[in-house]
């Protein structure tokens, strides 16, 4: 998807550790702008968002950003998509395994370009039906789906005018399936977001980790910037509607610097000013959201909006031979650790050169939807912990690139909450009947379970903290169950 291993280690490190946004010490150029690019002016300064002091608006009030971010923070759940030429391949070039992430086989086989160009021809989306996806992420309980309109093989997933390298001119599928999505999410209630690979473009003259292969990639970056890049997010910004994107997810900002990174948020502000970006544009461009990637951090990231995105198997694009998938009880711990840390869960599938998700994919996400059914309510539209005693010791984990990383230890219980309910998420249900939590400041009037509301359990609050009573002998779900307190 992104960083490959070592890269990704590093710069999530940094992200991880500083609390900024993706960013790569690089010399800054002084660049002329193109005539088509509009140039940054000043922002006003009223009293900032001390809450969630970054964001992609400069100067923006509380009201302001609670406003412009109220649906993210409501949603908790979406899904990822990662879809394009490189799932003709899956993971195979000349009849060999390539190592790695499947959407980067171009960059780790060291394929040519004319030779993976190729692979478009069999890139068929005979069996893409965007109302099936849609349904798919809304059964499961996801408010929104981010899609790949350019990874960093250059190819656009969309009728882009910008040349012919795209999946409208260059395969046989022939239409716009992010024209598709889009109408179809605006019909099941679903907000769509675009990533798109701003710096890395290994066929249109981009950036590449690693360094370039082929000397037909040498290109000058900025005028990959102003002649690729700008005029196609100009396109995905202006061609789908005033709804969407909701999302713009950028990614690794090789070879980015602020002169490059500002010519392309001017356009965002100039076409679809305040819309949600991420921390990855590069050039110490904040953004409005963290994206730790692959882990969850042991605390999130108090006083600022952030999202881990994680993929259901080990890889994000399509890869034939990657079975090794998630259990849901690994999912909906992620799901409720992450919502208990004030964060979003983005969820990725990789649909195969035909545009199907892949079995395995759909069977994990209906089966959360069922959980989602009875206990969506303590995670949608909820803030994180009033505890915090439930996350234990941060201890060091191996992420999804094998790479170590710091997370919670604590895997008894998590926590949300809402006004007028605080939620207790129990992994591992107790055999005396009663749980006890910390003390809260709210009084407490009532608990009931999620899965049984009927259930008369008690609560008792003192110095020692809170007990809940009266709880059933045998768990209402086998992974996690839910009870509400209610103040």
């Given at each position: 998807?992104?960083?490959?291993?070592?890269?990704?280690?590093?710069?999530?490190?940094?992200?991880?550790?500083?609390?900024?946004?993706?960013?790569q010490?690089?010399?800054q150029?002084?660049?002329?702008?193109?005539?088509?690019?509009?140039?940054?002016?000043?922002?006003?300064?009223?009293t900032?968002?001390?809450?969630h002091?970054?964001?992609?608006?400069?100067?923006?009030?509380?009201?302001?950003?609670?406003?412009?971010m109220?649906?993210?923070?409501?949603a908790?759940?979406?899904?990822?998509?990662?879809?394009?030429?490189?799932?003709?391949?899956?993971?195979y070039?000349?009849?060999?395994?390539?190592?790695?992430?499947?959407?980067?086989?171009?960059?780790?086989?060291?394929?040519?370009m004319?030779?993976?160009?190729?692979?478009?021809q069999?890139?068929?989306?005979?069996?893409?039906?965007?109302?099936s996806?849609?349904?798919?992420?809304?059964?499961?309980?996801?408010?929104?789906i981010?899609?790949?309109?350019?990874?960093?093989?250059?190819?656009?997933?969309?009728?882009s005018?910008?040349?012919?390298?795209?999946?409208?001119?260059?395969?046989?599928f022939?239409?716009?399936?992010?024209k598709?999505?889009?109408?179809?999410?605006?019909?099941?209630?679903?907000r769509?977001?675009?990533?798109?690979?701003?710096?890395?473009?290994?066929?249109?003259?981009?950036?590449?980790?690693?360094?370039?292969?082929?000397?037909?990639?040498?290109?000058?970056?900025?005028?990959?910037?102003?002649?690729?890049?700008?005029?196609?997010?100009?396109?995905?910004?202006?061609n789908?509607?005033?709804?969407?994107?909701?999302?713009?997810?950028?990614?690794?900002?090789?070879?980015?610097?602020?002169?490059?990174?500002?010519?392309i948020?001017?356009?965002?502000?100039?076409?679809?000013?305040?819309?949600?970006?991420?921390?990855?544009?590069?050039?110490?461009f904040?953004g409005?959201?963290?994206?730790?990637?692959?882990?969850?951090?042991?605390q999130?990231?108090?006083?600022?909006?952030?999202?881990?995105?994680?993929?259901?198997?080990?890889?994000?694009?399509?890869?034939?031979d990657d079975?090794?998938?998630?259990?849901?009880s690994?999912?909906?711990?992620?799901?409720?650790?992450?919502?208990?840390?004030?964060?979003n869960?983005?969820?990725?599938?990789?649909?195969?050169?035909?545009?199907?998700?892949?079995?395995?994919?759909?069977?994990?996400?209906?089966?959360?939807?069922?959980?989602?059914?009875?206990?969506?309510?303590?995670?949608?539209?909820?803030?994180?912990?009033?505890?915090g005693?439930?996350f234990?010791?941060?201890?060091?984990?191996?992420?999804?690139?094998?790479?170590?990383?710091?997370?919670?230890?604590?895997?008894?219980?998590?926590?949300?909450?809402?006004?007028?309910?605080?939620?207790?998420?129990?992994?591992?249900?107790?055999?005396?009947?009663?749980?006890?939590?910390?003390?809260?400041?709210?009084?407490?009037?009532?608990?009931t379970?999620?899965?049984?509301p009927?259930i008369?359990?008690?609560?008792?609050?003192?110095?020692?903290?809170?007990?809940v009573?009266?709880?059933?002998?045998?768990?209402?779900?086998?992974?996690?169950?839910?009870?509400?307190?209610?103040?």
């Amino acid at each position: 998807m992104k960083f490959p291993p070592l890269v990704s280690g590093v710069l999530l490190a940094l992200t991880f550790s500083l609390g900024t946004s993706y960013s790569q010490s690089v010399q800054q150029t002084n660049t002329p702008g193109s005539l088509s690019t509009p140039t940054p002016t000043a922002s006003p300064s009223p009293t900032p968002d001390l809450e969630h002091p970054v964001s992609s608006v400069p100067g923006e009030t509380k009201a302001q950003h609670d406003a412009r971010m109220a649906w993210w923070r409501e949603a908790k759940f979406g899904m990822f998509i990662h879809w394009g030429v490189y799932s003709v391949p899956a993971g195979y070039y000349q009849g060999k395994p390539v190592k790695g992430i499947g959407e980067w086989i171009m960059n780790k086989g060291k394929i040519p370009m004319a030779e993976y160009q190729k692979f478009a021809q069999q890139f068929t989306g005979d069996k893409f039906d965007a109302a099936s996806i849609v349904a798919t992420a809304k059964n499961a309980g996801m408010k929104y789906i981010v899609i790949t309109s350019k990874h960093h093989d250059g190819f656009a997933m969309f009728d882009s005018k910008v040349n012919k390298w795209t999946i409208v001119q260059a395969t046989p599928f022939k239409r716009d399936p992010l024209k598709e999505l889009a109408e179809e999410c605006r019909k099941q209630g679903i907000r769509l977001g675009f990533y798109y690979s701003q710096a890395q473009d290994w066929n249109n003259g981009g950036a590449a980790a690693g360094g370039k292969w082929d000397k037909n990639q040498e290109h000058n970056m900025d005028d990959y910037i102003d002649k690729t890049a700008i005029p196609q997010i100009s396109e995905i910004l202006s061609n789908y509607g005033p709804d969407t994107p909701a999302v713009v997810w950028w990614d690794t900002p090789q070879d980015m610097n602020p002169a490059r990174a500002a010519r392309i948020n001017a356009v965002v502000q100039k076409l679809r000013p305040g819309l949600i970006q991420n921390n990855r544009l590069g050039g110490k461009f904040k953004g409005d959201t963290e994206t730790p990637e692959q882990h969850i951090p042991p605390q999130g990231y108090p006083g600022r909006d952030w999202e881990t995105c994680m993929t259901l198997n080990d890889t994000w694009g399509f890869k034939k031979d990657d079975n090794h998938w998630k259990s849901l009880s690994t999912i909906l711990y992620n799901l409720c650790d992450i919502a208990s840390k004030g964060g979003n869960y983005l969820l990725n599938v990789g649909p195969d050169s035909h545009g199907e998700i892949p079995a395995e994919s759909v069977q994990r996400l209906a089966e959360v939807g069922q959980w989602m059914k009875v206990n969506s309510e303590a995670i949608y539209g909820t803030t994180a912990t009033p505890f915090g005693e439930e996350f234990g010791k941060s201890v060091q984990v191996v992420d999804g690139y094998g790479k170590k990383r710091p997370t919670s230890s604590g895997d008894v219980w998590r926590a949300t909450k809402k006004p007028g309910h605080i939620y207790l998420i129990i992994f591992k249900w107790p055999e005396n009947g009663t749980f006890h939590v910390p003390t809260v400041q709210e009084h407490l009037t009532s608990a009931t379970l999620l899965a049984d509301p009927s259930i008369k359990l008690s609560v008792t609050q003192d110095e020692s903290g809170t007990t809940v009573g009266n709880l059933p002998t045998k768990a209402p779900d086998s992974i996690a169950s839910v009870i509400d307190l209610q103040y």
